[in-house]
């Protein structure tokens, strides 16, 4: 049995009321319908205080990831993982890497960058906020049993790698 199929089934077997409800509110914290519209008054914002570079990195930062992790599941095409009971409902893509935490990666570092170049003094409490925030989205792609971790951790390295080449190019 592979290492995802077994964290899987330990998720599965560890499930609560409590994670039963708070997993499905967590992982709406990676998903476009969130991030987004977040990711376009943060820019609108930082442009009204002068900060093109930092609107830039985050609109370049989440698009750009967003773009590659849809080409990624396009190309590489993995099925879903049908290890135990799914608690949401299934996503019509593929599962190779997890969309969710890519883009909540991006996302979080680009507002740690952010942070650390306007108000350093913040930067700390941001990254344990933003350490935080992607783990409980990675965790709750596993937790509803839609990603296979492996996919989770895809999404979380190459989320970072996009962040930190976009920041080098900017």
């Given at each position: 049995?592979?290492?995802?199929?077994?964290?899987?089934?330990?998720?599965a077997?560890?499930?609560?009321?409590?994670?039963?409800?708070?997993?499905?509110?967590v992982?709406?914290?990676?998903?476009?319908?969130?991030?987004?519209?977040?990711?376009?008054?943060i820019?609108?914002v930082?442009?009204?205080?002068?900060?093109?570079?930092?609107?830039?990195?985050?609109?370049?930062?989440?698009?750009?990831?967003t773009?590659?992790?849809?080409?990624?599941?396009?190309?590489?095409?993995?099925?879903?993982?049908?290890?135990?009971?799914?608690?949401?409902?299934?996503?019509?893509?593929?599962?190779?890497?997890?969309?969710?935490?890519?883009?909540?990666t991006?996302?979080?570092?680009?507002i740690?960058?952010?942070?650390?170049?306007i108000w350093?003094?913040?930067?700390?409490?941001?990254?344990?906020?933003?350490?935080?925030?992607?783990?409980?989205?990675?965790?709750?792609?596993?937790?509803?049993?839609?990603?296979?971790?492996?996919?989770?951790?895809a999404?979380?390295?190459l989320?970072?790698?996009?962040?930190?080449?976009?920041?080098?190019?900017?």
């Amino acid at each position: 049995m592979s290492l995802d199929t077994r964290i899987l089934l330990f998720a599965a077997a560890h499930r609560s009321q409590g994670l039963d409800q708070l997993f499905p509110s967590v992982t709406w914290l990676g998903s476009l319908y969130v991030l987004a519209p977040l990711a376009l008054v943060i820019a609108a914002v930082l442009i009204q205080l002068q900060k093109r570079w930092e609107a830039m990195l985050l609109v370049i930062g989440l698009s750009g990831a967003t773009l590659l992790v849809h080409l990624l599941k396009l190309v590489l095409a993995r099925p879903r993982p049908a290890v135990a009971e799914r608690l949401a409902a299934l996503p019509s893509d593929s599962s190779f890497p997890s969309a969710h935490t890519m883009q909540a990666t991006a996302f979080m570092l680009c507002i740690l960058f952010i942070v650390y170049r306007i108000w350093p003094q913040w930067g700390a409490l941001t990254a344990l906020v933003a350490a935080l925030l992607i783990l409980l989205v990675g965790a709750s792609r596993i937790y509803l049993q839609v990603h296979y971790p492996s996919d989770v951790l895809a999404g979380l390295m190459l989320g970072g790698a996009w962040i930190l080449l976009v920041r080098k190019l900017l």
